[in-house]
């Protein structure tokens, strides 16, 4: 296993060497301390986001209001103003087969055109003392929203951004479901891991969504990248929506592996597996994008993205496969 195991580890390093894919999208962020801005020289106004990408639930236990964490270094400046922007799909005109028709394509907008989804104020004030405040969005009703659908929406901080540049957070948010347990699943990720896994499954109540608990933090330990240094901290869950026609959508998933900075900078990157959709580098993987679905009743295949979110997006190859690896949950 460990021969297999190191040979994984050296491809991954030789393919992020030569990685030069860009977007300027991260994932993992730092949460900020009060420690922060006096020891760390942090400048006025040193607002950030904890992340790039936030996944959030609601339910109706919110009272129809969602909560983005804000931080900021120090407490010299008590007032950030924000911009509210939420992901639609919207008519545009273009030419198809040489005629003039419309069409609807996702793209930011500033006013939900469904009406559920708007910003509680444009400007988050900070208490005395504190180092953390929240954006609200609010919602018109817990039971408007979609029990299956995410929806997108992007804040972004109008000056004083931080050194981190974290200027900018696009949540997906969730319904949170009722969820019942089902028995141990098999975990297959064949970029991670030589072997199979077991890990606890939950389905929810009101749709086909499942959820795997921690399935990385064995196959971590026991591949030994815990001991080389390359394990962070992975997803607590990871979840998997069937769909109608039986294809599966998932979120960025975060799986503990720790990939050290090609160009000799001490940090690391965490690797993501991201659905062929909502991968943000500018590699073309358009032709997985319907290959995630369930087979029969028990077996859930997917073929995410493997890739390094605050890399560029840098995507992972080897063992015969370019970015893209499968990944497959055999249900109990």
């Given at each position: 296993m460990e021969i297999r195991k190191m040979k994984r580890v050296l491809f991954v390093l030789a393919a992020v060497a030569t990685l030069f894919t860009a977007c300027n999208q991260d994932v993992?962020?730092?949460?900020?301390?009060?420690?922060?801005?006096?020891?760390n020289g942090a400048e006025l106004g040193s607002f950030t986001f904890a992340a790039s990408v936030l996944n959030l639930e609601t339910g109706s236990e919110d009272q129809n209001m969602v909560l983005i964490p804000i931080y900021r270094g120090n407490l010299?400046?008590?007032?950030?103003?924000?911009?509210?922007?939420?992901?639609?799909y919207v008519p545009k005109d273009t030419i198809i087969d040489n005629s003039l028709q419309t069409v609807q394509v996702k793209q930011w907008v500033a006013k939900d055109p469904e009406g559920l989804f708007s910003l509680a104020t444009e400007r988050v004030v900070f208490q005395d003392g504190?180092?953390?405040?929240?954006?609200?969005?609010?919602?018109?009703?817990?039971?408007?929203l979609s029990l299956i659908n995410d929806y997108r929406i992007r804040l972004s901080l109008l000056g004083g951004v931080s050194p981190s540049n974290k200027s900018q957070t696009v949540v997906s948010l969730k319904r949170r479901l009722t969820f019942e347990y089902l028995g141990e699943c098999t975990y297959i990720d064949s970029c991670l891991f030589a072997e199979a896994y077991k890990a606890d499954v939950y389905r929810a109540k009101e749709a086909e969504v499942y959820r795997i608990m921690d399935p990385?933090?064995?196959?971590?330990?026991?591949?030994e990248y815990a001991a080389e240094g390359m394990a962070g901290k992975p997803a607590s869950f990871v979840q998997i929506t069937v769909l109608e026609d039986n294809s599966l959508k998932f979120d960025p998933i975060c799986t503990g592996m720790l990939i050290p900075d090609p160009t000799g900078a001490d940090k690391m990157h965490m690797t993501y597996a991201y659905h062929a959709k909502e991968y943000g580098g500018n590699s073309d993987f358009s032709m997985y994008e319907d290959s995630n679905r369930?087979?029969?009743?028990?077996?859930?295949?997917l073929i995410p993205i493997y890739c390094l979110p605050t890399f560029h997006f840098g995507h992972l190859n080897g063992g015969g496969y370019d970015g893209a690896f499968p990944l497959t949950i055999i249900l109990p």
């Amino acid at each position: 296993m460990e021969i297999r195991k190191m040979k994984r580890v050296l491809f991954v390093l030789a393919a992020v060497a030569t990685l030069f894919t860009a977007c300027n999208q991260d994932v993992l962020g730092t949460l900020y301390d009060e420690s922060f801005g006096a020891e760390n020289g942090a400048e006025l106004g040193s607002f950030t986001f904890a992340a790039s990408v936030l996944n959030l639930e609601t339910g109706s236990e919110d009272q129809n209001m969602v909560l983005i964490p804000i931080y900021r270094g120090n407490l010299n400046q008590n007032v950030v103003n924000l911009k509210f922007e939420i992901e639609a799909y919207v008519p545009k005109d273009t030419i198809i087969d040489n005629s003039l028709q419309t069409v609807q394509v996702k793209q930011w907008v500033a006013k939900d055109p469904e009406g559920l989804f708007s910003l509680a104020t444009e400007r988050v004030v900070f208490q005395d003392g504190q180092y953390m405040a929240y954006a609200r969005v609010s919602y018109t009703d817990i039971n408007s929203l979609s029990l299956i659908n995410d929806y997108r929406i992007r804040l972004s901080l109008l000056g004083g951004v931080s050194p981190s540049n974290k200027s900018q957070t696009v949540v997906s948010l969730k319904r949170r479901l009722t969820f019942e347990y089902l028995g141990e699943c098999t975990y297959i990720d064949s970029c991670l891991f030589a072997e199979a896994y077991k890990a606890d499954v939950y389905r929810a109540k009101e749709a086909e969504v499942y959820r795997i608990m921690d399935p990385y933090s064995e196959g971590l330990l026991a591949e030994e990248y815990a001991a080389e240094g390359m394990a962070g901290k992975p997803a607590s869950f990871v979840q998997i929506t069937v769909l109608e026609d039986n294809s599966l959508k998932f979120d960025p998933i975060c799986t503990g592996m720790l990939i050290p900075d090609p160009t000799g900078a001490d940090k690391m990157h965490m690797t993501y597996a991201y659905h062929a959709k909502e991968y943000g580098g500018n590699s073309d993987f358009s032709m997985y994008e319907d290959s995630n679905r369930k087979v029969g009743d028990k077996r859930l295949e997917l073929i995410p993205i493997y890739c390094l979110p605050t890399f560029h997006f840098g995507h992972l190859n080897g063992g015969g496969y370019d970015g893209a690896f499968p990944l497959t949950i055999i249900l109990p």
